[in-house]
């Protein structure tokens, strides 16, 4: 088993829709969970960040993270073609280790 | 305010050749990383710098060297290149290595090794 597994993708959705990115972590004792953004050919760039269970919500993306699941989600609401990118998935392990362990990412393409 | 920022963006070696790729972030952050980025693998660690005066192993340490010069800049070496090292190299620093330090990613060096 991975210790971050991401559904590879691609995910298509249409201009406007709601898309659902979602990402499963190993070690139970993790404690912060990050999403990336990273456009074809450029370098990660961070876009939620959510450290306890439930919701965040920042503009048009939300964060849901369940810690008895052991999975984060990302939803982006009202898709637009700029949203389509990978999308990285990235878990602070609490086991003495304190780096991230990202996951392989998700493509997502927004279709106008 | 650059950020991180990572010289040379492009780079190609011949095997055996070796190089340093430079980093430097001016954020004043104590954790600085180098990843390297392939098809399939996703971003995997090389090395870290959790301080200045202080290195440690990632997942793929090997054929890697690192100097932590200073609190800004973080170097990674290949002392003689293989083909098999031949990635997108991304430096990434964070105020520290605790719980809730996001990194921050430099723009990247595509290395190819011929």
């Known amino acids: 088993q991975k210790e971050v597994e991401q559904n590879s993708g691609p995910l298509s959705v249409p201009e406007g829709a709601i898309a659902s990115l979602n990402c499963t972590y190993s070690?139970?004792?993790?404690?912060?969970f990050f999403w990336y953004r990273q456009y074809s050919g450029k370098s990660p760039e961070l876009i939620m960040s959510i450290y306890s269970n439930g919701d965040k919500e920042d503009g048009r993306f939300t964060a849901q993270l369940n810690k008895a699941s052991q999975y984060v989600s990302l939803l982006i609401r009202d898709s637009q073609p700029s949203d389509s990118a990978t999308y990285l998935c990235?878990?602070?392990?609490?086991?003495?280790?304190?780096?991230?362990?990202f996951g392989t990412g998700t493509r997502l393409t927004i279709i106008p | 305010n650059a950020g991180v920022t990572q010289t040379p963006k492009f780079q190609v070696l011949k095997t055996g050749q070796s190089m340093t790729l430079q980093c430097a972030q001016d954020?004043?952050?104590?954790?600085m990383y180098w990843y390297r980025q392939d098809p399939g693998m996703g971003l995997r660690l090389i090395y870290y710098?959790?301080?200045?005066?202080?290195?440690d192993k990632g997942e793929v340490p090997n054929g890697y060297n690192v100097s932590r010069l200073n609190k800004r800049e973080f170097s990674l070496r290949l002392e003689s290149a293989a083909p098999s090292q031949t990635s997108v190299y991304f430096c990434?620093?964070?105020?520290?290595?605790?719980?809730?330090?996001?990194?921050?990613f430099g723009d990247g060096t595509r290395l190819s090794i011929l």
């Open positions: 070690d139970r004792g993790s404690q912060s």
């Open positions: 954020m004043n952050h104590n954790s």
């Open positions: 990235a878990v602070n392990r609490a086991s003495g280790n304190e780096k991230l362990t």
């Open positions: 990434a620093s964070s105020r520290g290595t605790g719980e809730r330090q996001p990194q921050h």
């Open positions: 710098s959790a301080s200045e005066g202080t290195t």
